[in-house]
């Protein structure tokens, strides 16, 4: 079964840009009708989906956001990935990755386990 | 955007209550809603899709109704293990939005 994972740095400064991957495994993440999406929530407080990628590399974003999103896709290490730039601490949050699946209606499962990120100086 | 409001936000009952947890839409969003089951310190885990298919794995306890602009979460018989938080999620436009969260305590 396909499983994700996030990895990336826990801490940011501030203006710096974040960086994350989600790296897929049980499945090739250029295959099937898929959209692969990031959503955040920060500490104690409800969940903020910030974009996604389709299998064939167009992208949604956040309109809150998109200014300072980039969600992108690496077929060859089956993984894709996310960058948010000029950060503050607004931006300190566990984020998590997921696959969009269409059946019915659209869904996100499976998810990454998720990756705290703390922006500070 | 399409706001999703949960109610209530808090609620506390008792192994064995039945309990609902409504989710109202801004606007309509046809069955394109998600719900979501959330325990401290792990990922969202998918309940139910398209407002009423149950997913695989999940209980019979848990079901899920409603098209348009409202829609009810409901657990039949709450055991233990279902206290945790529950949040809804739309998926009929951008941006994908989520109720704010309902918080399901032990009374």
């Known amino acids: 079964q396909v499983q994700l994972q996030e990895s990336g740095p826990g801490l940011v400064k501030p203006s710096q840009t974040l960086s994350l991957t989600c790296t897929v495994s049980?499945?090739?993440?250029?295959?099937?009708?898929?959209?692969w999406s990031w959503i955040r929530q920060p500490a104690g407080k409800g969940l903020e989906w910030i974009g996604r990628i389709y299998t064939s590399g167009s992208t949604n974003y956040n309109p809150s956001l998109k200014s300072r999103v980039t969600i992108s896709l690496d077929t060859s290490k089956n993984h894709f990935s996310l960058k948010l730039s000029s950060v503050t601490a607004a931006d300190t949050a566990v984020y998590y990755c997921a696959r969009e699946t269409y059946n019915s209606g659209w869904y996100a499962d499976p998810w990454g386990q998720g990756a705290l990120v703390t922006v500070s100086s | 955007d399409i706001q999703l409001t949960q109610s209530p936000s808090f609620l506390s009952a008792s192994v064995g209550d039945r309990v609902t947890i409504t989710c109202r839409a801004s606007?309509?969003?046809?069955?394109?809603l998600a719900w979501y089951q959330q325990k401290p310190g792990k990922a969202p885990k998918l309940l139910i899709s398209a407002a009423s298919t149950l997913q695989s794995g999940v209980p019979s306890r848990f079901s899920g109704s409603g098209s348009g602009t409202e829609f009810i979460l409901t657990i039949s018989s709450l055991q233990p293990e279902d206290f945790a938080t529950y949040y809804c999620q739309q998926l009929n436009s951008y941006p994908i939005t989520f109720g704010q969260g309902t918080r399901l305590d032990i009374k």
């Open positions: 049980g499945g090739s993440i250029s295959s099937g009708s898929y959209y």
């Open positions: 606007q309509g969003i046809s069955s394109y």
